[in-house]
């Protein structure tokens, strides 16, 4: 038996070798092979392989200049062609255009926004090693997911398990150092956070003077962000050792730093040694509180549920107290789309958006991609004696599809220029609505990628046209008989279906999606959020008191109220409450925000019994203020007077206050005790008289510069926080809308194309038929009945999908519209009228030619 | 127009390709190289040397005839040209000139 060498190598060799070598070349290999294969069988394959590679260099590789299919003279008669083409069907070269363009555009922005969402918090170099430790606390209504831990645990970690690399604190947000950071002469409001020494190291924040692992050695160092340290200094050179004052401490510049990068979550403009917070705080450095967010670098290899395992009941095993407590950990870089937890368990977050858009923006291309394929078959008809001349000239049908192909791809590449513009045009506006930085810039992997879209884009289009047109029989097609297969009616008039199927899934969507919106933002939330202003007060060494009956006095001036937690935020739980009544449950966590004087009154809550925290009444922290949920949760026939006990403490009811919602809509209203606090909870809110805005924002201004001096005045309107706190659900409505309007103006483009084409085809019948009496009424009926068919077909398939899908979205809202018959039935009747006013427009343009001209010739 | 060149390797071939007379093609001067250089050859190695010293008109090429050996693949067999032989002989004669011009040196 004869040896024969590897297939594929001498199939390569005979692809690009020259005719005239190919003989010497391929005769020697196979002589050489064969002396070789008697000894080593293995060898001399390697070797022939080696051989064929080490053949292919210029000397030898055939022109493929030559080639039939890239000879320029026939690259020249294709685009020829093709301009051609486009000149003279005008109409469905723009509808292709504009169609292409605008689904590239919507591929374009939603990939640099996606891009941007996927890159938070990933420029870490410890990137797949870091990972933040997070907390599971048993409750009795579940599991709560915490990001925050108690400081000891940083240490504790290092040194005990043997997988962690690295801890490192960071403060919670709550207690990160604010305030004014003085220099001779100049002070500052400004923000940081206090860390272990190790950050720099972990973290990769570039770091512009200083080494990361001494920046932080003593608890004396300070480092500055490069923007901070020139507002307080002339430049940054030589000023590591300088003094900083920060409440009446003195720290020293040890680094500085380029600022935290838009793409990470964390912000802050200064840090200093975690010891700093230890030492102003007692409680800090305990192992019951959670005072800090903690951070482990993982060995590499570590098997992260393996070490989740083993950090579960870590907690407990510090401090008995923290029994319901287990730790596991998170990668940080995924911390940002992945936040949501729900009872203990990873619950998706923003990544649902993220896939949502990726979606649209799929499914927009494909909508316009279907219109380009829709039409070119549907022009087959004015191509066919093209192709027929070509073919019987003996042209192959791989030239063909060749053709076809790159007349799509040269559509496609017209599109991205348009698209371009779309972008630099609209990326402004979007960059508004979405609060991000985005922008075009040109670098190697953008054009990758932009190119890869936009060449395959053009070759999925073209791929069913080219395949189709090129399969023609040239007598049949010069003779003028074109068998149209009910298998292709049918998947153009399936594309169709398609789109407009998506067309209405989308509309339900948008319907449903800003239906929720106005309930939430409409919705009577149990208290009055207009006209409040919020702001939280600096710290000062004077009384609180005298401030805030200042304010209090201030024309315009309603009412004034101050609390700790915010009344937007939902923060705060207690347990261990007892009362007399049907059940009591020590266990039971209620919300237990602590409050001041008059919020009741300042936030217009219902008093279904009762009052709230007044000074008139001389209430302390032996008195509670409780909701309507919690009197159920209680059920206590008299609450006003009633005592319920925490710990040993007594605790007086002296008012019930209506449901309300405490934080954001999609939490169910809770069982919630208002707690007393000092007047000096700094969270304060004023309700100001309507119309006087201007002018009492201005006092209040004046007054807190007098109190507080150099903090600027920074207040928000407490209605518009409520509107931040479900931001991302606005944007998603906003983004929808625009969205399906595009999506369905393209499939409406296609439509309006197919429909003149159709009209065109049939001039002649319907010039027949009006000389034999048709009104133009039949003939339009006549000429959009399929269409019609089409239409209603997509839309009965489209409505369950979208119930199915709307139903879903609705379910992570405690509190939800209901899912009306009308909406469905609205997003219908509005695709239905849209596509009859399309198709209605042509078919009537076509319907009220006079015969004559249309049976003019022949 | 400078007269063309030959590289040391083409030298080989070209001298392999005048010894052979007629009978050379890639694989006899791989082998016959090999035994005289003691040392592996690449065919791709002679197949170059082999079309430029064409292209610079050393060698004449002629095709044999179709065998079943060789995959059925014609051989090509080589010949010098006389442009080819005065080539050699200039650059064996430079070479000999200079190397009688070596002093008597004694390594002992």
């Known amino acids: 038996m004869k040896e024969l060498p590897p297939k594929y190598a001498l199939r390569f060799l005979r692809w690009f070798c020259r005719e005239d070598f190919i003989d010497e070349i391929e005769g020697d290999l196979i002589e050489v092979f064969e002396h070789q294969y008697k000894e080593t069988p293995r060898g001399a394959n390697w070797t022939f392989i080696w051989q064929v590679l080490l053949h292919f260099r210029p000397d030898f ?15 020249k008669h294709n685009l020829l062609i093709t301009y051609r083409g486009f000149m003279r069907h005008k109409s469905s070269f723009l509808i292709n255009l504009l169609g292409l363009s605008t689904g590239l555009a919507c591929v374009f922005i939603i990939y640099l926004w996606v891009a941007d969402e996927l890159s938070i918090d990933k420029f870490h170099k410890n990137d797949r090693q870091l990972y933040q430790v997070m907390q599971n606390r048993k409750i009795p209504q579940g599991i709560i997911t915490r990001t925050l831990t108690p400081t ?18 960071i403060s919670a947000d709550e207690e990160r150092p604010r305030g004014i950071l003085s ?14 020494k190790n950050y720099f190291e972990a973290f990769s924040y570039d770091l512009r003077h200083g080494k990361p692992e001494q920046v932080l050695a003593d608890k004396n160092n300070i480092v500055l962000s490069q923007a901070l340290a020139l507002k307080l200094f002339p430049s940054t050179t030589d000023i590591i050792g300088k003094s900083i004052e920060w409440r009446d401490r003195v720290f020293q510049v040890s680094g500085i730093f380029s600022g935290p990068p838009p793409n990470s979550t964390k912000q802050f403009d200064f840090v200093l040694n975690m010891d700093v917070m230890l030492e102003r705080d007692e409680y800090a450095g305990m192992w019951n509180g959670d005072y800090a967010e903690t951070y482990v670098i993982l060995k590499e290899g570590t098997d992260v549920d393996q070490f989740n395992e083993q950090i579960g009941p870590f907690l407990k095993s510090k401090d008995p107290g923290r029994d319901r407590s287990t730790l596991f950990v998170q990668q940080y870089s995924k911390r940002y789309l992945h936040a949501r937890f729900e009872n203990g368990v990873q619950a998706g977050g923003r990544i649902a958006y993220v896939r949502l858009f990726s979606l649209t923006a799929f499914f927009i291309l494909l909508i316009a991609c279907i219109n380009f394929m829709n039409l070119s078959t549907a022009l087959a008809t004015r191509k066919m004696k093209e192709i027929g001349v070509k073919k019987a000239m003996g042209a192959q049908r791989k030239s063909l599809v060749f053709q076809f192909l790159s007349e799509a791809v040269l559509m496609s590449l017209l599109s991205l220029i348009i698209a371009l513009g779309w972008v630099a045009l609209v990326l402004p506006q979007f960059n508004l609505l979405t609060d991000k930085s985005l922008h075009l810039n040109i670098n190697a992997e953008h054009i990758l990628i932009v190119l890869g879209v936009v060449i395959s884009t053009g070759l999925i289009a073209g791929s069913y046209p080219a395949l189709y047109l090129s399969k023609f029989k040239p007598v049949a097609v010069l003779k003028g008989v074109r068998a149209t297969s009910s298998g292709e009616q049918w998947l153009r008039k399936g594309l169709v279906v398609f789109q407009f199927a998506l067309s209405v899934i989308f509309i339900v969507g948008v319907l449903v999606v800003n239906r929720q919106m106005d309930y939430i933002q409409t919705k009577n939330i149990g208290f009055n959020r207009d006209h409040v202003i919020s702001f939280e007060r600096a710290r000062f060494s004077g009384d609180p008191d005298v401030f805030l009956s200042e304010l209090r006095n201030t024309p315009g001036v309603i009412s004034v109220a101050n609390m700790w937690n915010s009344i937007l935020g939902g923060g705060g739980g207690q347990s261990g409450y007892s009362w007399r009544g049907e059940v009591a449950d020590e266990d039971f966590r209620f919300k237990s925000p602590l409050i001041s004087y008059n919020v009741v009154e300042t936030l217009g809550m219902d008093v279904l019994a009762g009052r709230g925290f007044s000074k008139e009444h001389g209430d302390d922290d032996s008195k509670i203020v409780i909701n309507e949920a919690a009197l159920k949760l209680m059920a206590i026939e008299n609450p006003i007077g009633e005592k319920i006990k925490y710990g040993d403490d007594q605790r007086e009811i002296i008012g019930v206050i209506g449901d309300f919602h405490y934080g954001s809509i999609h939490h169910l209203v809770e069982p919630l005790i208002f707690r007393f606090a000092r007047p000096r909870a700094r969270n304060i809110m004023v309700r100001i008289q309507e119309g006087t805005e201007k002018s009492t924002l201005a006092k209040m201004e004046a007054l807190y510069t007098e109190f507080h001096p150099p903090y600027p005045f920074e207040y928000t309107f407490l209605d ?4 931040q706190l479900h931001v991302a659900e606005s944007r998603v409505a906003t983004l929808s809308k625009y969205f399906t309007g595009l999506a369905i103006l393209i499939s409406c483009l296609g439509l309006l194309g197919l429909a003149a084409f159709t009209a065109e085809q049939r001039t002649k019948e319907i010039g027949i038929r009006k000389i034999l009496g048709a ?15 089409m239409v209603i077909l997509a839309i009965l398939l489209a409505l369950p999908i979208s119930y199915f899908m709307t139903k879903n979205w609705l379910a992570g809202f405690a509190y939800k519209i209901d899912l009306e018959w009308w909406y469905f039935v609205a997003a219908a009747s509005v695709t239905f009228f849209i596509a009859w006013f399309t198709v209605g427009l042509q078919t009537l343009k076509a319907a009220r030619v006079n015969p004559a001209t249309s049976l003019r010739d022949e | 127009m400078k007269p063309p060149s ?45 079309k430029r010293m064409s292209e610079k008109g050393f060698v004449d090429a002629r095709f044999g005839g179709i065998t079943q050996d060789r995959g059925g693949r014609r051989k090509k067999f080589y010949v010098i040209t006389a442009f080819g032989k005065q080539m050699l002989d200039r650059q064996y004669e430079i070479r000999s000139s200079l190397y009688h011009r070596i002093p008597n040196i004694s390594f002992g």
């Open chain 1, 183 to 196: 220099t001779d002469g100049k002070e500052i409001v400004t923000d940081g956070i206090y860390t272990t």
């Open chain 1, 720 to 723: 518009e926080d409520y509107q």
């Open chain 1, 61 to 75: 590789i055939k022109s493929f200049r030559d080639h039939p299919l890239i000879y320029p003279g026939m690259l």
């Open chain 2, 6 to 50: 030959l590289g040391e390797f083409e030298e080989l071939v070209l001298l392999t390709v005048a010894a052979q007379h007629d009978e050379a093609y890639g694989v006899s001067i791989k082998e016959s190289l090999e035994k005289q250089l003691d040392k592996t050859i690449n065919i791709s190695a002679i197949h170059v040397a082999l």
């Open chain 1, 152 to 169: 000891p645990l940083t240490p504790a970690l290092t040194e005990e398990i043997p997988e962690v690399a690295a801890a490192i604190s």
């Open chain 1, 775 to 789: 009104s133009v009424f039949g003939i339009v009926r006549l000429l959009s009945a399929d269409f019609t068919k």
